[in-house]
C-alpha cells in the first residue's frame, strides 16, 4: 500500500507568515511522529500522537508550533509567523495498529521548509 | 531524558574497505535501539534494531550492529562498503518506560561517503 505521504514537499514562505504542513500516515496507522531535521543537523523530536491524542508534546519549540490529529489519520504541523530558524525539513512516521509500541517507524519524504 | 550521541559527523572509505559508525546513548530506562539510514533524495528506512536477546545484530545490505549495555553503545559495522553504501546513517534509541515511554530520540547522523 502507500506509504506515509506529506505534502507540500516544498514550501517557501516569507518570514512572519504562518505555514501548515500535512502528514498522511499508512492506514491504519495509530502512532504518528513529527520530527525536523535542520541542515546539517539530526533528527529533531517534535510531538507524538497516539490516535489523536498527544502523550508528548515536549519537543516543540515554541508557542508558534502546534499540531493536530484528526482520529488515527490525517495530522497537521502549524507554524505560526515563522522565522529563519524554522527553515529546515519535517518529517512524519507513523507505527501500524497492532505493532508492537517498539516496531520500527515508516517515515514520509519531509516537507522542505525555506523562510525567506 | 534519553539522549543519542553520534560521535562521527563524517566518515569517508574507500570501496570494500571496513566499516563502523559509532553511537552511545544516555537514558534512565531501557531503551531499544534502532539504525535508519538515508539514501540521496530518498526518505528515512530502518537498516536493524535490536530489541532483546542476542547483542549482535543483523540488518539489511550486510551492516550489522553489537549493543553493548555496559558501555551504552550501539555501534554499526560493515565488514566491506560499496559505493551504494553511501548515505547517511542515523542511530535512534526508543525509552522503555517512564516519561521517555514511546520517545524515540535520534543521534545527530553520519554521513557516510565511499570512494572507489
Known amino acids: 500500500g502507500a506509504g506515509v505521504s506529506q505534502s507540500p514537499s516544498n514550501k517557501v514562505t516569507e518570514k512572519g507568515k504562518d505555514v501548515e504542513l500535512r502528514c498522511d500516515p499508512i492506514s491504519g496507522h495509530t502512532a504518528l511522529y513529527w520530527y525536523r531535521q535542520r541542515l546539517g543537523q539530526g533528527l529533531e523530536f517534535l510531538i507524538y500522537f497516539q490516535g489523536n491524542s498527544a502523550p508528548d508534546k515536549s519537543g516543540l519549540p515554541s508557542d508558534r508550533f502546534s499540531a493536530e490529529r484528526t482520529g488515527e489519520s490525517v495530522s497537521t504541523l502549524t507554524i505560526q509567523r515563522t522565522q529563519q530558524e524554522d527553515s529546515a525539513v519535517y518529517l512524519c512516521?507513523?507505527?501500524?495498529?497492532?505493532?508492537?509500541?517498539?516496531?520500527?517507524?515508516?517515515f514520509g519524504n519531509g516537507t522542505r521548509l525555506t523562510v525567506t | 531524558a534519553q539522549s543519542v550521541t553520534q560521535l562521527d559527523s563524517q566518515v569517508p572509505v574507500f570501496e570494500e574497505a571496513p566499516v563502523e559508525l559509532r553511537c552511545n546513548y544516555s537514558s534512565s530506562v531501557s531503551v531499544y535501539l534502532f539504525w535508519y539510514v538515508q539514501y540521496p533524495n530518498q526518505g528515512l528506512q530502518l537498516l536493524l534494531k535490536?530489541?532483546?536477546?542476542?547483542?549482535l545484530v543483523k540488518g539489511i545490505n550486510g551492516f550489522e550492529a553489537e549493543f553493548n549495555k555496559s558501555q551504552t553503545s550501539f555501534h554499526l559495522r560493515k565488514p566491506s562498503v560499496h559505493i551504494s553504501d553511501t548515505a547517511e546513517y542515523f542511530c535512534?534509541?526508543?525509552?522503555?518506560?517512564?516519561?521517555?515511554?514511546?520517545?524515540?530520540?535520534f543521534g545527530q547522523g553520519t554521513i557516510l561517503t565511499v570512494h572507489p
Open positions: 535512534a534509541v526508543l525509552g522503555a518506560g517512564g516519561t521517555s515511554y514511546g520517545k524515540l530520540t
Open positions: 535490536y530489541l532483546s536477546g542476542s547483542t
Open positions: 512516521a507513523s507505527r501500524g495498529r497492532g505493532s508492537s509500541y517498539n516496531s520500527p517507524l515508516h
